[in-house]
T-cell receptor
């Protein structure tokens, strides 16, 4: 059983298109995240949701819109794709939310979704 | 603001030797957690080890140990008896009441 699953794993699309990446976790965690990993491998937090509520929204263009229909799902929709959006997008989940430091604190990552914008 | 620094973009190690990957952090909070993740060429993120700021003992997990020096704000990862399968990117990360903040990573190459 995959703990955090993302679809699609690979996505190739033209500039200007709109695309979505889906994420589901079956761990019963309250908090989910989207990270972006650029071509230099730098991982940067984009969004964090706790129990369907947005709690972290880093400086991300408003073309990116996360949606959490329930606490097990966090989807990422991207409008008007640009070349610079090409990256690997990782979904992750954890048991804790901001303000609480767990004694394990592990993030469980999905396998990543590689987005290529042509 | 919290900050994680990994100063070694790339490292080489001979198979069966030990290697230390450096990580320093900056925070004014007293309560925080430090993590190491491995990212092989296949791309997935694999949790390796965790150290809490109040933990008195250095964390160990199999061949991985974390050399935690709180006064120096360092959390170096030590891999003993390196194996070819250890070749990967390694990320240090910190948790301080926010989602994990990652360093830029160190690419480790294990040579036969």
């Amino acid at each position: 059983d995959t703990a955090v699953s993302q679809t699609p794993k690979y996505l190739v699309t033209q500039m200007g298109n709109d695309k979505s990446i889906k994420c589901e976790q079956n761990l019963g965690h309250d908090t989910m995240y989207w990270y972006k990993q650029d071509s230099k491998k730098f991982l940067k937090i984009m969004f964090s949701y706790n129990n369907k509520e947005l709690i972290i929204n880093e400086t991300v263009p408003n073309r990116f819109s996360p949606k959490s229909p329930d606490k097990a799902h966090l989807n990422l929709h991207i409008n008007s794709l640009e070349l610079g959006d090409s990256a690997v997008y990782f979904c992750a989940s954890s048991q804790f939310s901001t303000g609480t430091l767990s004694n394990t604190g592990e993030l469980f990552f999905g396998e990543g979704s590689r987005l290529t914008v042509l | 603001a919290q900050k994680i620094t990994q100063t070694q973009p790339g490292m080489f190690v001979q198979e069966k030797e030990a290697v230390t990957l450096d990580c320093t952090y900056d925070t004014s909070d007293q309560s925080y957690g430090l993590f190491w993740y491995k990212q092989p060429s296949s791309g997935e993120m694999i949790f390796l080890i965790y150290q809490g700021s109040y933990d008195e003992q250095n964390a160990t997990e199999g061949r991985y140990s974390l050399n935690f020096q709180k006064a120096r704000k360092s959390a170096n990862l030590v891999i003993s008896a390196s194996q070819l399968g250890d070749s990967a990117m390694y990320f240090c990360a910190m948790l301080v009441n926010t989602p994990l903040v990652f360093g830029k990573g160190t690419r480790l190459s294990v040579i036969a």
